[in-house]
């Protein structure tokens, strides 16, 4: 796995993390400026903040001003869902985040307009069945990521789902660049990483003490469980 350094700047990460033959870890969840930085001193791949005013761990725009000095630590993914404003243009043009992710229902044409703008994109789609397979395959984005159908929640369950599923959208859709989500701990993460071969995989829950706060021996096993897949 690629350890994040001082030295790339925003372009590098974002080719790292979405590289195919690497997994790369992304914590998603952040709330704490705190927790932030010491993921960047512990090597973890990518951050995500949650601005969608519904979840667990809600990070309030407003409030997010100190991710600006995480800029060239680590990948910092904004996450949104079914936002209608700019606010997520707003967001990346003010440089505190370095790619969107769309984690609700918006269809391909949204997802589009991040890519026509250049803006790097990531669609997460819940799974349960190979119709919703068939379905991510038609969004155009940087990466799709693959999480458990969570309705009205939009992820950060702690579920997990069949990963045949998303084998079968490896197969189906050989170009796309997968992240799995869903249930990922220290204890499955190696079965993940072996059975999938995600270009990332997307940890919340199995990264915390609570909600929005972060677990560091969680995060030193997903780290250590990860890079010791061969």
Same mark, same amino acid.
């Given at each position: 796995?690629?350890?994040?350094?001082?030295?790339?700047?925003?372009?590098?990460?974002?080719?790292?993390? $979405?590289?195919?033959?690497?997994?790369?870890?992304?914590?998603?969840?952040?709330?704490? %400026?705190?927790?932030?930085?010491? &993921?960047?001193?512990?090597?973890?791949?990518?951050?995500?903040? +949650?601005?969608?005013?519904?979840?667990?761990?809600?990070? +309030?725009?407003?409030?997010? #001003?100190?991710?600006?000095? &995480?800029?060239?630590?680590? *990948?910092?993914?904004?996450?949104?869902? +079914?936002?209608?404003?700019?606010?997520?243009?707003?967001?990346?043009?003010?440089?505190?985040?370095?790619?969107?992710?769309?984690?609700?229902?918006?269809?391909?044409?949204?997802?589009?307009?991040?890519?026509?703008?250049?803006?790097?994109?990531?669609?997460?789609?819940?799974? %349960?069945?190979?119709?919703?397979?068939?379905?991510?395959?038609?969004?155009?984005?940087?990466?799709?990521? &693959?999480?458990?159908?969570?309705?009205?929640?939009?992820?950060?369950?702690?579920?997990? $789902?069949?990963?045949? &599923?998303?084998?079968?959208?490896?197969?189906?859709?050989?170009?796309?660049?997968?992240?799995?989500?869903?249930?990922?701990?220290? *204890? +499955?993460? #190696?079965?993940?990483?072996?059975?999938?071969?995600?270009?990332?995989?997307?940890?919340?829950?199995?990264?915390?003490?609570?909600?929005?706060?972060?677990?560091?021996?969680?995060?030193?096993?997903? *780290?250590?469980?990860? %890079?010791?897949?061969?």
């Amino acid at each position: 796995m690629r350890a994040l350094s001082e030295e790339l700047g925003p372009g590098d990460f974002t080719m790292g993390f $979405f590289d195919r033959d690497e997994t790369s870890l992304k914590v998603c969840g952040v709330t704490l %400026r705190s927790d932030a930085e010491r &993921l960047v001193e512990m090597g973890v791949d990518a951050v995500g903040f +949650n601005f969608w005013e519904g979840s667990k761990r809600y990070l +309030n725009p407003k409030d997010a #001003k100190w991710a600006e000095v &995480l800029a060239g630590g680590i *990948l910092r993914v904004g996450v949104f869902v +079914n936002e209608e404003s700019d606010l997520a243009y707003r967001l990346y043009g003010d440089g505190l985040i370095d790619v969107v992710q769309l984690h609700g229902d918006e269809g391909p044409e949204v997802t589009g307009r991040f890519v026509e703008a250049g803006i790097p994109v990531i669609k997460a789609v819940g799974v %349960r069945a190979a119709e919703d397979v068939d379905a991510a395959g038609r969004h155009r984005a940087d990466a799709i990521l &693959l999480d458990a159908y969570a309705p009205r929640v939009f992820g950060g369950t702690g579920e997990t $789902f069949d990963w045949g &599923l998303a084998i079968d959208f490896k197969r189906k859709f050989p170009e796309e660049v997968v992240i799995l989500a869903g249930g990922i701990t220290a *204890l +499955n993460v #190696k079965a993940a990483v072996r059975e999938v071969r995600p270009a990332a995989v997307d940890v919340a829950s199995g990264a915390e003490i609570e909600p929005g706060v972060k677990d560091f021996d969680k995060v030193a096993a997903l *780290l250590v469980a990860c %890079r010791g897949v061969l």
